[in-house]
């Protein structure tokens, strides 16, 4: 798996909030989580009962994650669901709903399924530099051509920032993983920086 833990705070790949999500459904704990990534898919529509909620899609270089939001969530952060953003989703990672017992059966509940649940929603560009505390690279070994050297160093150079840069290399072949610290380089974190990671096909961690 590829996420980070500050101060409880796991941040990790879009492509990973599924797995994070069955882990603490299978040890029953609850865990404050975040994502960042592209919406690619807004669809706003109404329940039964006509209250307006929406499916958004949002996507990173690993893969694809869907939210639904309902009611007052809906309300609060639906005005970032908008095609194209680059966006930070912080949220937590509990039970879907709440199981009362029923105090005339012997049976126990069911347990509720865990969900990421959103608390706050962001723009990508404008999270500030003291509220992102790093940004962790993904690279693997079989990407590492002259070329490709070249064209990670000019993106970093490009969008200088006070944003600590670890970067994680990973060989496919021999299954060993060697992480780094940059200490001649730190970056910001902005919506073309993202573009840019998932042009070059480079996975990314947002560390809070």
Request: positive net charge; hydrophobic residues 40%.
């Amino acid at each position: 798996q590829y996420q980070f833990e500050l101060d409880t705070f796991t941040t990790c790949q879009v492509s990973e909030l599924d797995n994070l999500v069955s882990e603490c459904e299978a040890k029953k704990v609850k865990q404050k989580a975040a994502i960042a990534g592209f919406i690619t898919s807004v669809q706003q529509m109404t329940t039964k009962t006509g209250r307006p909620w929406s499916k958004t899609v949002i996507e990173d270089k690993g893969g694809s994650y869907e939210l639904a939001l309902f009611g007052k969530d809906h309300e609060a952060f639906m005005n970032y669901m908008t095609l194209h953003n680059a966006i930070f989703i912080e949220g937590m990672i509990e039970e879907k709903y709440f199981v009362k017992p029923d105090p005339k059966s012997t049976e126990k509940p069911k347990p509720s399924p865990y969900a990421f649940k959103v608390k706050n929603v962001m723009l990508l560009g404008n999270v500030s530099d003291t509220y992102i505390k790093g940004l962790s690279l993904k690279i693997t070994t079989p990407q590492l051509t002259p070329e490709f050297r070249d064209q990670l160093v000019k993106m970093i150079k490009s969008n200088k920032g006070n944003v600590l840069l670890t970067m994680s290399l990973y060989d496919p072949v021999k299954k060993w993983n060697i992480d780094f610290l940059s200490r001649k380089f730190r970056v910001a974190v902005t919506a073309q920086l993202i573009e840019e990671l998932e042009r070059m096909r480079i996975g990314y961690a947002v560390l809070k």
